[in-house]
């Protein structure tokens, strides 16, 4: 599975974003998938996951209320809406897969990751 993330850029606090990863091989519907960012100087952390039938979902406290996570497995495609964002949002953003129906907040858990897409958020 090649994964390719892409919807970040420049916005205001309080605006909105939305991140896609979008995924090739037939069998990315069998895969959970999940975001995770990485701000300058600090480690990589969990955003979200979704479970391959979108019936499970998880978010971190941080984003909680704020952002969603939802799947089109017909297009091969996983989306991140970000509102009221923070300037604490201000991250590379990842999308990860693992072939397994559940998502988990280890980034080791995840086999495949697309190459990250920037968010900045100005105060």
């Known amino acids: 599975v090649q994964l390719q993330a892409s919807g970040g850029g420049l916005v205001q606090a309080g605006g909105s974003l939305r991140l896609s990863c979008a995924a090739s091989?037939?069998?990315?519907?069998?895969?959970?998938v999940g975001w995770f960012r990485q701000a300058p100087g600090k480690e990589r952390e969990f955003v979200a996951t979704i479970s391959w039938s979108a019936y499970t979902t998880d978010y971190a406290d941080s984003v909680k209320g704020r952002f969603t996570i939802s799947r089109d497995n017909a297009k091969n495609t996983v989306y991140l809406q970000m509102n009221s964002l923070k300037p604490e949002d201000t991250a590379v953003y990842y999308c990860?897969?693992?072939?397994?129906?559940?998502?988990?907040?280890?980034?080791?858990?995840?086999?495949?990751w697309g190459q990250g897409t920037q968010v900045t958020v100005s105060s």
């Open positions: 091989g037939r069998t990315f519907s069998t895969y959970s």
């Open positions: 990860a897969a693992r072939p397994l129906g559940v998502g988990v907040r280890e980034s080791k858990g995840y086999a495949y």
